[in-house]
């Protein structure tokens, strides 16, 4: 389920788009740079993204056959446009025939083999990609593989035929209510265009109880009937929040007094089914995230008081610079819709970045964030499984870990027990007790994995780079097609949260070298200090290995960059 959760780091969720989504985005900025709509220095990153993610993918490989080689030279061929063009036209053909069907069918397979976790793991990645370009709810997905996964535990069985039969691509017309304050309604009775209609609370909602007809009414006078397309009662959900957040938009145009909010929850009834369900409302996206532990917040909250009342702080030109982020951070949190919260937060981001005389390119914004989002990563991704366990196992994971006695923290503990070999026992035993969990076994086998050696360490931290330009391009394609061109990129929302959690890593990163060289105070000298860390670090890794090292107790810590008198999260 952590693929779907929007809490879980960038790096635990399903990712932007699938090989077949990378191929759409292509085409759609190469017919854009022809156009001389966009520059065409986008490109090669894209194309690199997509050369990766072809490389990757055992199931569009299959699906390519023998035009696998074909494709990835044209692919490579940036500076021939019309062969370019025509490989990424055949990609598309090829993957939109082939590509879900096979992502299915493999699935299916994996699942009954129960062989290569690994690769179940990728496949079941991309398969949530293709639902959710489909236009399948997040959340339907979610809930159909909680079924399953409470049919299995149940039956000891997984029945596909019914997972499949779950998303059949059929669309159908959806009848949503909700209540509506009295100011709206006025607006919207007997358009006849929009096929709106207001429904007195006295009278019935078909297959809707009392009980229902409360929570969806809320403080509201009428209800409002609305049909709506989509391919599961959450799209449908989805598509009417969409629409009355336009409703909102567009009488506030007109009536800038009205007061304006909708109920929560709908009671959403399919055109063929005599009996609907509420759908209650989620929480915004930037709110979907894990806050800062209490115990923390007045460590923060007291260096942020400090730019306020500290002369030498509010002197320097960076309190000027930390009040418009933090202001851009909670005008974003308040934004209706994504596109906004995205814009909004991009210029609170850029507002924290030093000041640069000339244009910002893409590699400024390399240079910046990459080293302040990269900084603290592998601590926050071992204490992030790190208390998840301590939560669910408390006793027996606390037992472990005690007993060897060194006067260290438990996270430190727990690391030397994943990578360590000298620890192998105590893995094992970790391991063992996450038996009733495979999900996390799994995961924590991937961890391990990521860090079991220099190398591989080197080497992952090499790819994070590259994915991380890869992101933070898309995530300036998004905001400068928002801004310049009105139109909504693809899966807005996960852009939206890697924003978000890019945003939030860089200022904690900033916050915590603030608070550990408090001397300095300007924003420029504080990203100096990361980005000296960050390189050192790399240069560590690169010296240890030139000298033959293998990862131990006296170098481990130094070489992830985890420091035991970190008090932030």
């Known amino acids: 389920m952590e693929l779907l959760d929007t809490r879980s780091r960038e790096s635990d969720k399903a990712p932007h788009s699938n090989v077949k989504g ?27 993204e997509l050369i990766n993610a072809l490389r990757n993918d055992n199931v569009a490989q299959v699906c390519l056959d023998t035009n696998y080689k074909y494709i990835l030279e044209g692919l490579s061929d940036v500076e021939n446009h019309s062969r370019l063009r025509s490989t990424l036209l055949q990609l598309d053909g090829i993957l939109s025939n082939t590509y879900k069907d096979e992502l299915f069918r493999s699935v299916r397979h994996l699942v009954e083999d129960g062989k290569s976790k690994r690769e179940l793991y990728n496949v ?106 989509g391919l599961d009662y959450y799209s449908a959900k989805e598509n009417l929040d969409d629409f009355l ?46 806050d800062v532990p209490r115990e923390t917040i007045h460590k923060l909250f007291d260096m942020k008081l400090a730019d306020l009342f500290s002369p030498k702080r509010r002197s320097a030109s960076s309190y000027a610079k930390i009040s418009a982020t933090l202001s851009g951070h909670a005008n974003a949190l308040q934004s209706p819709k994504p596109e906004t919260q995205i814009v909004t937060l991009w210029s609170a981001l850029e507002t924290l970045l030093p000041l640069k005389g000339e244009m910002r390119t893409l590699e400024y914004y390399f240079k910046f964030m990459i080293p302040a989002i990269e900084m603290g990563h592998a601590r926050k991704e071992f204490l992030t499984f790190f208390g998840k366990t301590k939560h669910n196992y408390r006793e027996a994971f606390l037992d472990i870990l005690h007993q060897e006695e060194r006067g260290e923290g438990l996270l430190e503990r727990f690391i030397k027990c994943v990578l360590l070999d000298s620890q192998k026992e105590k893995y094992d035993l970790i391991l063992q007790m996450l038996s009733d969990n495979p999900y996390s076994k799994f995961r924590l086998e991937r961890i391990k994995d990521k860090y079991k050696s220099l190398k591989t360490i080197r080497k992952k931290r090499a790819q994070e780079k590259q994915r991380l330009q890869w992101q933070i391009t898309r995530i300036y ?32 990163n900033f916050d915590i070298y603030r608070t550990n060289y408090p001397k300095v105070g300007e924003i420029k000298d504080i990203f100096s200090l990361i980005i000296s860390d960050y390189n050192n670090q790399s240069r560590k890794i690169d010296e240890y290995i030139n000298n033959g090292a293998v990862l131990s107790e006296d170098n481990i810590f130094d070489i992830l960059n985890i420091k035991d008198k970190t008090v932030f999260y």
Not at 256 to 278: M, P, T
Request: charged share 25%; proline share 3%; net charge positive.
């Open 22 to 48: 990378k191929t759409l985005e292509a085409i759609k900025l190469f017919l854009s740079i022809e156009k001389n709509e966009t520059k065409s220095f986008y490109l090669s990153y894209v194309l690199d």
């Open 124 to 229: 079941t990645k991309n398969l949530i990609c293709e639902l959710i370009g489909s236009g399948y709810s997040a959340r339907f997905i979610k809930t159909e593989l909680v079924k399953i996964n409470k049919t299995t535990c149940a039956t000891g069985g997984f029945d596909f035929d019914d997972f499949l039969a779950a998303f059949s691509g059929q669309h159908f017309t959806y009848f949503c209510y909700c209540g509506i304050p009295i100011a709206p309604a006025k607006y919207i009775e007997g358009n006849k265009n929009l096929k709106l209609e207001t429904v007195s609370p006295n009278n019935k909602v078909i297959g809707c109880t009392k009980e229902e007809l409360k929570l969806i009414k809320e403080d509201y006078y009428n209800i409002l009937k609305l049909p709506v397309p």
């Open 245 to 290: 957040s336009y409703i909102t938009s567009a009488i506030n145009f007109y009536d800038h007094s009205s007061n304006l909010s909708w109920s929560k929850s709908a009671y959403i009834c399919r055109e063929d089914e005599k009996r609907g369900k509420v759908i209650r409302g989620t929480k915004p996206l930037m709110t979907q995230t894990y």
């Open 477 to 508: 394609r998004a905001r400068n097609s928002i801004t310049h061109a009105g139109e909504s990129p693809f899966n807005t929302g996960v852009i939206l949260t890697n924003l978000h959690e890019y945003y939030d890593r860089i200022h904690t």
